[in-house]
């Protein structure tokens, strides 16, 4: 894939953001602020030895918030063309005269845009042909698929994107962000008829180099989906449970996405009311580390184009801060956190030990590999979701087991964490590792 030129499109773009902030003004616009982005990718997709689907992209997108007063309009165009940014101004500002006042709205305060912008090494173009993405994905499969045990594939996927973007506003303020993303991605099948299992590996990585290759993950991949063959149900009981690393991210998100603004102001977490509170056990703390070197979620400012920074959302197990955009923020009668847009490589951290250490304390528990559904209620924080993983028996993983129900309470859920493998899963932008927690109800047969 032929790389953006990020220094050439960037320019190019900040010169369209300015130029649409010095219409708005002479619109009469009493602020404005402004998205510009060009993004390219390559995707592939290949089954059964034979090409699926091959994609590539080139977009490129303006975004455009102007404000008169406390009323807000906003319109998008899929074209760099002065012509159509123009028309998509002038339709913003005439949404802006229907719009109710909103007096939470408006730009963020021009004091916490951020200043400095640091080299977080995030720019790193894949040159990859359409032929070698075919080529790698061929290979990631047939190594999956050479497993005996392997009877049908779901595919693999070969991608790479890559995208600068320029946020500019009516303060002055104007940013530029460049980055890459790569991935690949195999899914198999093993089993035939009722007793079929389904089960995949992937990496993802700023720069190609990072990732792992093809044949470790399509042969990592055959191998999750062969343990699971043989799978049975469980009878209802209390167990303690180990959540491996990526469904432990997940059980995280929840918490991230429970101290979000957007839920407190209209009261649907449970965690309103709880700041200062204590929600995991002492001596853990759930940090944002947004300046990490080529992470998946790095930044030097969010959506706003307010200044991110390493912080605590908990500390030595009490909540210390929500997640905020300025908007939420002015709503609850607090300061942004540099959150709108979401949360920048946020990581479990606690005391750690080997996660075959954490299975190796249980005498009768269940690992659990992958959860399904939708059974979280984020006002009260009550917890069921279908499940599969292993049974855990002295100390070892033993048989495989489906077709179950994990269910408790958030709350209780995080206050009975009691163990952090050392395995950290960094392929999101929520890190930690494997999570034991002391007792949860396992519904079965």
């Not at 690393?245 to 997940?250: I, K, Q, S």
Request: with cysteine.
């Amino acid at each position: 894939m032929e790389s953006l030129a990020s220094e050439a499109i960037g320019q190019q773009l900040q010169e369209v953001a300015e130029g649409v902030i010095a219409q708005a003004k002479a619109l009469g616009a009493s602020a404005v602020e402004v998205s510009c982005s060009a993004n390219r990718g390559l995707s592939t997709t290949v089954r059964l030895g034979a090409v699926e689907t091959l994609e590539f992209s080139n977009d490129r997108g303006v975004s455009i918030n102007v404000y008169f007063g406390q009323r807000k309009g906003s319109a998008t165009t899929a074209d760099l063309d002065p012509e159509s940014v123009s028309l998509s101004l002038q339709q913003a500002c005439a949404i802006a005269k229907f719009t109710e006042e909103d007096s939470c709205g408006g730009l963020a305060d021009a004091e916490d845009l951020a200043t400095e912008h640091r080299d977080l090494d995030l720019w790193h173009p894949w040159q990859l042909q359409a032929e070698q993405a075919v080529e790698l994905a061929l290979e990631t499969e047939q190594s999956a698929r050479d497993n005996a045990q392997i009877t049908n594939s779901d595919g693999a996927v070969v991608n790479s994107h890559a995208g600068v973007s320029v946020y500019a506003t009516s303060h002055g303020f104007v940013g530029r962000q460049a980055g890459t993303r790569h991935g690949i991605t195999c899914m198999m099948i093993a089993g035939e008829g009722s007793s079929m299992q389904r089960d995949y590996d992937y990496d993802v990585a700023r720069c190609a180099d990072d990732l792992r290759s093809g044949v470790d993950i399509g042969r990592s991949a055959a191998e999750k989906t062969a343990r699971r063959l043989g799978a049975r149900k469980l009878k209802t009981a209390r167990l303690p449970v180990v959540y491996a690393p990526e469904v432990a991210r997940g059980l995280l998100g929840h918490l991230v996405g429970a101290a979000k603004g957007g839920a407190l102001y209209r009261k649907a977490s449970f965690l309103l009311d709880k700041l200062d509170h204590a929600i995991l056990p002492q001596g853990f703390s759930l940090r944002e580390r947004p300046h990490l070197q080529r992470a998946i979620g790095s930044c030097n400012y969010d959506a706003e184009g307010v200044a991110t920074r390493e912080r605590d959302i908990v500390a030595d197990g009490r909540l210390v801060s929500y997640v905020l955009s300025s908007y939420s923020a002015r709503k609850l009668g607090l300061r942004t956190t540099g959150n709108a847009g979401g949360v920048h490589n946020v990581q479990l951290i606690g005391p750690t030990r080997p996660a075959a250490d954490l299975v190796a304390g249980i005498e009768d528990g269940l690992l659990v590999t992958d959860v399904m559904g939708q059974g979280i209620n984020m006002v009260t924080g009550d917890y069921s979701r279908g499940a599969s993983g292993f049974r855990i028996r002295n100390g070892e993983l033993a048989e495989p087991v489906h077709e179950i129900t994990v269910a408790g309470n958030l709350l209780d859920m995080y206050r009975s964490i009691r163990g952090l493998g050392d395995d950290i899963d960094r392929r999101g932008n929520i890190a930690c590792g494997s999570v034991l927690i002391e007792g949860m109800m396992i519904a079965g047969d």
